[in-house]
């Protein structure tokens, strides 16, 4: 089930490196600040801010150069077409009209690899399920009591078959509807960074955005790379770890309710909001890692799983079985359980604390 996307990705680093030079013109003066470290001659480490949160790109070269500058470049024109919080990007006026003529390479290949998981998962991944993430508050206004009124008139606009597109335009074939695609885009943009650096003949690295990642090759120490899994707890730091998993040649991503909700009266409304329903989920799966092939994919089914509960996701990763999957859970009694599916039991390790 490996995404049709990453054809085009190639593609798009070409196209891409020639608008990048404008943009980087345009905008260096407002483009967040990156930091950019050399440990030792071959080691190379560049962090910096993109899609709303951070980025953290590790890479062994030979040649020590330094590619800060490339890899803003090229996010800054990615968030151009994909982000929702640009006014003028590519989705965005999408979302204000009826159809898009692409103007970059990104927004075909998303659409692609959106349509292959939106099928895969039976509707549980939905880029166009946004306005039913902001109705109830996740989006940019914040909490906010759910009105269930609004929410039937929205179901009817919740279907990505809704979306027709080819390789050239998108189009929508039910008014008002909109997308979202920032349940995969951090996985994306991981990606085409991650070839980037494969264009420039780095064979070893590790690429994170906002906690998605992509692992090459090795370290400098000559091993896999390792990642860390935090612990599902509300107040727990990131850094508490609740498991490690060796990552070789492959994506990772993770997705949780744990974090990311509000409480009103006591009742708890998780961030993950049910296509089917247009109502936030309520089950006992507490975090969702999904290790594919590529981050994009990964990215997806991580959320994916999250609307779909802990029997559902290890009923859909048997069924396909080319992503692996580490799910940890409330039981019935309240206690924390977890599954790890068979080929990433070899690569996974509990931390005890």
């Avoid at 885009?185 to 990606?191: E, L, S």
């Avoid at 990552?247 to 909700?261: E, I, V």
Wanted: hydrophobic content about 40%.
């Amino acid at each position: 089930m490996r995404s049709n996307a990453n054809k085009n990705i190639i593609y798009s680093i070409v196209l891409l490196l020639l608008v990048a030079i404008v943009y980087l013109y345009r905008q260096s003066n407002s483009a967040p600040k990156a930091e950019s470290t050399v440990l030792n001659p071959n080691k190379i480490t560049l962090t910096g801010n993109t899609m709303g949160t951070s980025y953290r790109i590790v890479y062994l070269d030979e040649e020590a150069r330094n590619f800060q500058q490339s890899i803003d470049s090229l996010l800054l024109v990615f968030n151009q077409s994909l982000s929702t919080y640009i006014p003028e990007s590519e989705i965005s006026r999408f979302n204000k009209g009826d159809s898009l003529i692409y103007d970059s390479p990104f927004f075909y290949p998303v659409l692609v690899s959106s349509k292959e998981i939106f099928e895969v998962t039976e509707g549980a991944f939905d880029p166009t399920v946004g306005p039913l993430v902001n109705l109830w508050g996740f989006g940019p206004e914040g909490p906010q009591l759910n009105d269930s009124i609004r929410i039937e008139q929205l179901l009817p606009l919740i279907n990505f078959d809704n979306i027709i597109f080819d390789e050239k335009r998108v189009k929508k074939g039910k008014s008002g509807i909109k997308l979202d695609f920032s349940a995969n885009a951090k996985g994306y943009g991981v990606d085409i960074s991650a070839e980037f650096l494969s264009s420039k003949g780095i064979n070893n690295m590790l690429v994170e955005i906002g906690g998605e990642l992509v692992a090459r090759g090795v370290n400098e120490s000559g091993e896999i790379w390792k990642v860390g899994i935090s612990r599902p707890e509300e107040e727990e730091r990131q850094e508490n770890l609740y498991s490690v998993i060796a990552l070789h040649n492959r994506a990772m991503a993770t997705s949780g309710n744990y974090r990311n909700y509000y409480e009103i009266d006591g009742k708890k409304f998780s961030h993950t909001i049910d296509p089917s329903t247009g109502r936030p989920v309520n089950h006992g799966l507490l975090s969702a890692t999904v290790v594919a092939d590529d981050c994009i994919t990964a990215d997806a089914i991580a959320t994916a799983l999250m609307v779909l509960g802990t029997e559902k996701a290890i009923a859909l990763q048997q069924k396909y079985g080319d992503f692996e999957i580490f799910l940890i859970y409330n039981d019935a009694e309240g206690n924390i359980g977890s599954y790890v599916s068979e080929g990433l039991e070899p690569f996974l390790s509990f931390v005890n604390n």
